[in-house]
């Protein structure tokens, strides 16, 4: 038994059409049963894998606007759409995230505070009168300065006391 290209073409093509009218009739059932339609549920109502949905526009685009319509027992004015469901969602997910950042530099900023508070605590922080303390070793420095430039001079007198010292020594000895 030999099987032609044209015949194993013509079989996919109505095992592609069997399972499109399979999914057209399930999400008819869906629809009228009033439950939560989309593409995967379509799928798995109809026995079919999702990409045959995707792969269809007319399937795609017809389970997409189904699941826009309201189910058919609800009332009008108390209907919430499945747009306004997932702008809902869109919103406090963004929200959401706006918050998780707000407390990250909240977080960020108590972590500081508590550090710095223990950092002084401990002592070993920088005490609070930095200033005078920096005015204070200044001066002290100042003062270093001037009694090295005192100990100079007086090496110096002491230098020349014992030179004028040996010079008298030398003329009594001789």
Known sequence: ???????????????????????????????????????????RAAGVHRSLIHRHDDLHTAVLARAAE??????????VSRQSLLADV????????????????????????????????????????????????TELEQQILDLRAELAERDEDLTAARAANRELMAQVNR
């Open 1 to 43: 038994m030999t099987t032609s290209p044209d015949h194993l073409a013509k079989a996919r093509a109505a095992d592609s059409e069997r399972r499109r009218s399979r999914a057209l009739k399930a999400l008819d059932q869906l629809a009228a049963s009033g439950e939560a339609i989309s593409v995967s549920a379509v799928a």
């Open 70 to 79: 309201p189910s058919p027992g609800a009332a009008a004015g108390t209907q």
């Open 90 to 137: 869109a919103n406090l997910t963004a929200r959401n995230s706006r918050l998780s950042a707000h407390i990250a530099r909240l977080e960020r900023r108590l972590s500081e505070a508590l550090g710095q508070a223990a950092w002084e605590a401990s002592g070993l922080g920088a005490p609070a009168d930095v200033e005078t303390l920096t005015r204070r070793v």
